[in-house]
């Protein structure tokens, strides 16, 4: 498990997020920042430590944190996390928005 | 790390509308969160986990999650809890309350559940204020703050939930906050591994509520102020009156031996059949 500064890749899902900042505020390597309109970036990945924080503390569960040398788990769209229920998501979200 | 967000997933039931109906920062969804990895942490298969809960926005957590859930009626969710225990013991038992449920309307449960020692696990997501139905007072509301229904400050004492807890004789009693995720894993572990009924307060910002009309500017401030104020017992019981005063008490208050009422019921049962 990458556990060096610069070892790991930080990933937000967008579409998640609330943009409530709790992330950027407690990091330790100061890796993200979040803009008054909520949207937050992720500045300084280098700096990341994996010390795990954020990815506890999220409220969302829309942080992820993974080793550099590896693919992404999943992209960073919500849509590939659970292949077999996509289509029963796809369901529901048309559903809501009707 | 990534395991986390993925495990996560595995639990959620992803037909539900995401993201979430929390507002931004909750701490409910940091318990949520921790609830997933504690269970799966102790291996335990999701059809022997039953979530129970009651009304208010800590009552939508079960929803959320794959498990054998029943949303009931507020302040009730304990005689449910307690029935489905009873009935099947082999069930692995926990109760989601927020602080008026499980104090305010359903206190009377809470204390009995405790003194009956029935074998569930309740979480107590303390919030200071009643979320869901527009910030009035609780019976944890601490003196002096502000509320809809305490607009110039709170003139009664709050109830300390893991000091009721623990005198009501239940055989687990802990308290913990949002900020401290790592240490609330272990401990909602403990608390549904240890016989007898377990509880765990859970301290779990409310901003929308709670922290706006007390001071707090962001949630961010907030989870700042559980940071900075919770303190472990051990530290606690040192410090000088007037800085006990701002601190949180956080760790294991009450952890005895016990036997759970549904395995005093099994062994009776068996005794007057004759079968031991
Ligand atoms: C019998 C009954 N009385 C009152 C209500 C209204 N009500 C719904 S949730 C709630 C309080 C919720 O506060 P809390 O339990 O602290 O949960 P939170 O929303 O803060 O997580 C109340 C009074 C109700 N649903 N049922
Ligand atoms: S903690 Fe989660 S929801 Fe909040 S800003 Fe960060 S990624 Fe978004
Ligand atoms: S794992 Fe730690 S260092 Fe890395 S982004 Fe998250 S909080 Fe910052
Ligand atoms: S009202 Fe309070 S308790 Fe309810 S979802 Fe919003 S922040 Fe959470
Ligand atoms: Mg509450």
Redesign the interface.
């Known amino acids: 498990m990458a556990s060096k500064r610069g070892e790991s890749r930080v990933k937000v899902f967008r579409d998640w997020c609330k943009g409530c900042g709790i992330c950027a505020a407690f990091c330790p390597g100061k890796v993200l920042s979040v803009d008054k309109q909520g949207n937050v970036r992720v500045d300084h990945e280098d700096e990341c430590i994996n010390c795990g924080f954020c990815e506890i503390h999220c409220p969302d569960f829309a942080i992820m944190v993974y080793p550099r040398e590896e693919r992404p788990p999943f992209e960073a769209n919500i849509e590939d996390v659970a292949p077999a229920t996509r289509e029963e998501l796809h369901k529901t979200r048309n559903s809501n928005s009707k | 790390?990534?395991?986390?967000?993925?495990l996560?997933?595995k639990y959620?039931r992803?037909?539900?509308?995401?993201?979430?109906v929390?507002?931004?920062?909750?701490?409910?969804?940091?318990v949520?969160?921790?609830l997933v990895?504690s269970i799966h942490y102790m291996g335990l298969a999701k059809d022997d986990v039953v979530l129970v809960a009651g009304i208010g926005c800590s009552g939508r957590i079960p929803v959320y999650v794959d498990f054998n859930t029943i949303h009931t009626t507020h302040g009730r969710a304990l005689t449910f809890a307690t029935g489905i225990k009873l009935a099947n013991p082999r069930l692995k038992v926990i109760v989601i309350m927020g602080d008026g449920d499980a104090l305010s309307i359903g206190g009377n449960h809470l204390i009995h559940a405790a003194r009956r020692n029935i074998g569930v696990t309740a979480l107590v997501l303390n919030n200071h204020i009643y979320g869901m139905t527009g910030g009035q007072s609780s019976c944890t509301t601490p003196t002096g703050s502000f509320s809809t229904t305490s607009p110039f400050g709170q003139l009664e004492d709050e109830f300390d939930i893991s000091r009721v807890t623990k005198v009501c004789g239940a055989s687990f009693v802990a308290r913990t906050t949002?900020?401290q995720?790592?240490a609330m894993?272990s401990m909602i572990s403990e608390a549904v591994m240890h016989p007898g009924f377990g509880m765990v307060e859970i301290l779990s910002p409310c901003h929308t509520q709670y922290g706006r009309k007390n001071n707090f500017k962001?949630?961010?401030d907030m989870?700042?102020w559980l940071?900075k104020s919770s303190t472990p017992m051990e530290k606690y019981r040192e410090l000088p009156p007037e800085k006990q005063e701002k601190a949180i008490a956080t760790g294991i208050f009450e952890k005895k031996d016990c036997t759970g009422l549904e395995e005093k019921y099994a062994r009776m049962r068996k005794s007057l059949r004759g079968e031991n």
């Open positions: 790390m990534a395991k986390v967000t993925q996560i997933h959620l992803h037909s539900k509308r995401f993201p979430h929390f507002c931004p920062g909750c701490g409910h969804g940091i949520l969160g921790s990895r949002v900020m995720a790592a894993d962001t949630c961010v989870y700042k940071q």
